[in-house]
């Protein structure tokens, strides 16, 4: 999380007065109390206010074995910070600090915990609902500006679809155990059942899940052959086809593309091998977005198509034949904030309102 308020420059005091006094927040007291030490605290933007952010204000570079910290007295050799972030980025992070909660909610029934600490259940609800609450917060700007919609098939895409597959390779590992065991055979189903106290349905599906899943594997891949426009750079870029491929498809994902359609600006030639039209947005280049790549990041997340005339404007360089670009870029929109301006410059049209 990057730190936007830090000691010597404010006290503590100071710090959580920058947060509390000045900011529209609310307190993740639960969350905190799992992972926050002594005078640490942890807040994210107040919802319905159109932010979204998390602050945490908490002791930091004070090494191991420097002891620790107390309320409002960092450990040695460390200070106060208020960090900030978008929700989807300090996720990850506050998942894993959550990890053994989020190990208990996910097998109450063996969680000694809860048979030693009669109520601990409700405090890692409570824990939960927070983390929801952070979770739903960095859905509202794509809430309020493409609708309910868009935020249900971000959740689809995020978490059904992931807990769907698991299960069903889940399944298929059963399978495979099941016919070494029991074999293929037309009695393979009612053993399985004897033996393992099954009605012979449910073996039989058992059974079964192996093929369904890798049959449903390849229907999958048949309809992203049919759905998915595979783009290719239009110049020679260096790279072995598949990958230049792939970045290029990667950045035209979601947009409408006009094949053969020539520039009516002028390219240069660095520019022109990653050439594409875009309806809307012009003239445009399939480039990295510098604050949008990691170097094991997925295509999908930091390729994107841009107009000519903001890539000539903001500058760029070419890293192992691919074009890389500071552009502004909106992380809770995970797009590049597209220049009206610039847009007209490189013959697209006027970008729709978005205002309310």
């Given amino acids: 999380m990057p730190t936007i308020y830090r000691e010597p420059d404010y006290t503590y005091e100071d710090l959580v007065d920058l947060v509390e006094g000045q900011l529209r927040v609310v307190e ?6 799992e992972i926050g030490g002594p005078g640490e605290r942890l807040w994210m933007s107040e919802p319905g206010t159109g932010a979204s952010e998390v602050y945490r204000l908490w002791h930091k570079g004070g090494g191991k074995g420097k002891g620790k910290g107390t309320d409002k007295a960092p450990a040695r050799g460390g200070y106060w910070a208020v960090d900030q972030d978008h929700p989807w980025d300090v996720m990850p992070s506050l998942r894993e600090a959550l990890a053994g909660v989020l190990d208990r ?5 063996s969680a000694s915990e809860y048979a030693l600490e009669p109520g601990r259940e409700e405090r890692d609800l409570a824990v939960l609902t927070e983390l929801e609450t952070v979770w739903l917060s960095g859905l509202s700007p ?12 971000h959740l689809n895409h995020e978490l059904f679809i992931p807990i769907q597959a698991e299960l069903a390779r889940a399944g298929a590992l059963r399978s495979r155990m099941l016919r070494e065991r029991y074999g293929t055979g037309p009695d393979a189903a009612g053993r399985a059942a004897t033996e393992l106290g099954w009605d012979i349905g449910k073996a039989r599906t058992a059974l079964a899940a192996g093929d369904e899943y890798r049959q449903w594997v390849r229907d999958g891949a048949a309809r992203a052959r049919d759905r998915i426009a595979v783009r290719r750079p239009p110049g020679e870029t260096g790279l072995p086809d598949v990958l230049a491929a792939t970045l290029m498809t990667a950045a035209c994902a979601y947009e ?9 600006v002028p390219l240069p030639d660095e520019l022109a ?3 594409v039209f875009v309806q809307g947005l012009g003239a445009c280049v399939a480039v990295a977005v510098e604050d949008a790549y990691t170097p094991d990041g997925s295509p999908r997340d930091y390729m994107r198509v841009a107009p000519v005339a903001m890539v000539v404007q903001a500058g760029w360089s070419v890293r192992d034949g691919v074009i890389f670009s500071p552009l502004p870029y909106a992380e809770y929109l995970d797009d590049i904030e597209y220049d009206e301006e610039a847009v007209r410059a490189s013959g697209g049209t006027s970008l729709p309102d978005e205002s309310p």
């Fill in 28 to 33: 993740l007291t639960a969350v905190n109390a």
């Fill in 105 to 109: 909610l996910t097998r109450p029934g």
């Fill in 142 to 153: 794509l809430a309020g500006l493409y609708g309910a919609r868009a935020v249900e098939r």
């Fill in 256 to 264: 409408d593309v006009v094949p053969g359609r020539p520039s009516p």
């Fill in 273 to 275: 091998r990653w050439y």
